[in-house]
């Protein structure tokens, strides 16, 4: 493997350089420690954003998170990004019902102006990462006495290893179709999540375009696309879930100590993490 003296990812997307023509060394691959090809202080997310994913939970009531709306924003701190491969050790304090997420995180290049179309944002986007966005289902869903109910997106995206992220960038030349990726997810072998990006609701260049309105995205910004149905939450009857299954899945359900969580996108790659017990306090 060649290593450049290059100190980070974010100069290279900045400043557009070419990796290949940097100076460096040729290594062996297991004498290198890799990290996330980026750790951004913080990570810009949408949600709600396949159909399917939609239709599996609790339709959302008036007010917060209830159609018409604008698109789902939300934030998760650089500090939830898990070095690749580590464990999410579970622990009451995180939450008692943690569910997992595949998706396509978008790294986005040089020259993002406020208020882009979606056309300027799409040749804005430098690059894709495998993602999955742990969420504790329980500290997220909130159903009121009057059957109403509404979503928190603070501490329930906001956790110690909540951020998943795969080991390296597929820059945006390299993916030919962006309108078509498959996306999905096995659990101890099982597929649970099994779309395609086909089935965006917001199509990539719409989500940089909305988030473009309102910030001016530097190099390096990330932002996590939302996932398909087939989560835990899906088959939890207590918070809503309707016990929607994919095409060719089995049930999910949130995540146990010893699950080993695979997700793969097609043409961008895989990451693997496994799940284990906390130290008590």
């Keep these: 493997m060649f290593v450049t003296e290059i100190p980070s990812i974010e ?37 709600s954003n ?9 339709p959302a009531s008036g007010g917060t998170n209830a159609p018409p709306r604008d698109m789902e924003f939300f ?27 595949t998706e396509i995180a978008l790294v986005l290049g040089p020259g993002c102006t406020r208020g882009m179309s979606e056309d300027e944002a799409c040749s804005r986007v430098y690059g894709f990462v495998v993602a999955n966005d742990l969420t504790a289902r329980d500290k997220q869903v909130r159903l009121l006495p009057d059957g109403s109910n509404f979503m ?13 992220l795969g080991r390296h960038i597929v820059t945006a030349d390299e993916v030919p179709d962006w309108d078509d990726l498959g996306l999905r997810t096995f659990i101890n072998g099982e597929m ?54 994919p095409p060719l899945c089995t049930p999910s359900a949130y995540l146990r100590a010893g ?13 693997t993490f496994t799940v284990e017990p906390g130290a008590s306090k």
């Design 50 to 58: 396949y159909r399917d994913h939609v239709d599996e939970r609790i």
């Design 75 to 101: 934030i998760k701190h650089g500090l939830t990004i898990s070095s690749p491969n580590a464990p999410l050790k579970l622990h009451p304090s995180i939450g008692q019902k943690i569910d997992q997420e």
């Design 11 to 47: 100069i290279v997307i900045a400043e557009g350089l070419d990796v290949r023509q940097q100076v460096g060394v040729w290594r062996k691959a297991r004498t290198v420690t890799f990290d996330v090809p980026l750790r951004p202080g913080a990570i810009l997310a949408t949600g």
């Design 152 to 164: 928190v997106l603070g501490a329930s995206k906001n956790f110690e290893g909540s951020t998943r």
């Design 192 to 245: 649970k999540q099994n779309n395609s990006t086909a089935n965006l609701i917001n199509s990539f260049g719409a989500i940089v375009s909305h988030f473009s309105n309102v910030l001016t995205l530097a190099p390096g910004t990330m932002i996590l696309t939302g996932t398909p149905g087939g989560t835990g939450w899906g088959q939890d009857r207590e918070l809503g879930g309707t016990g929607y299954v």
């Design 259 to 271: 699950d080993e969580v695979r997700s793969v996108v097609d043409g961008i790659g895989e990451l």
